[in-house]
Nanobody, 126 residues
Framework: QVQLVESGGGLVQAGGSLRLTCTAT????????MAWFRQVPGKEREFVAA????????PYADSVKGRFTISKNNAKNTVFLQMNNLKPEDAAVYYC???????????????????WGQGTQVTVFS
């Protein structure tokens, strides 16, 4: 059974930092592209960052470039999202996703991902 479990969300003041963690079980982790998406109630889920399983490339949404960093530990089947200089508009539920057959140009598209976590809430107050 495949599971993606996110953790690390919470309440933080604007300008602060959080580190999200997603641990995957039931998949051959190194074969999967991993990504973070986020969603605010009433809005579509949006891409945040991804890491390619083939090249290690890490595309980011423009809104988070220079503030967020995605990384992974293949030995621990874990992907991270380091979020610095958080803004109120970063508040959302953050979801981890895994996709095996995604090509580089499609890393930001939800449809290519096979598995999703349950999400972790990030709240940013000013």
């Amino acid at each position: 059974q495949v599971q993606l479990v996110e953790s690390g969300g919470g309440l933080v003041q604007a300008g602060g930092s959080l580190r999200l963690t997603c641990t995957a079980t039931g998949i051959s982790f190194i074969r999967y592209a991993m990504a973070w998406f986020r969603q605010v109630p009433g809005k579509e889920r949006e891409f945040v960052a991804a890491i390619s399983q083939r090249t290690g490339s890490t595309p980011y949404a423009d809104s988070v470039k220079g503030r967020f960093t995605i990384s992974k530990n293949n030995a621990k089947n874990t992907v991270f999202l380091q979020m610095n200089n958080l803004k109120p508009e970063d508040a959302a539920v953050y979801y981890c996703a895994a996709g095996e057959r995604i090509i580089m140009s499609q890393l930001s598209f939800q449809s290519g991902y096979d598995y999703w976590g349950q999400g972790t809430q990030v709240t940013v107050f000013s």
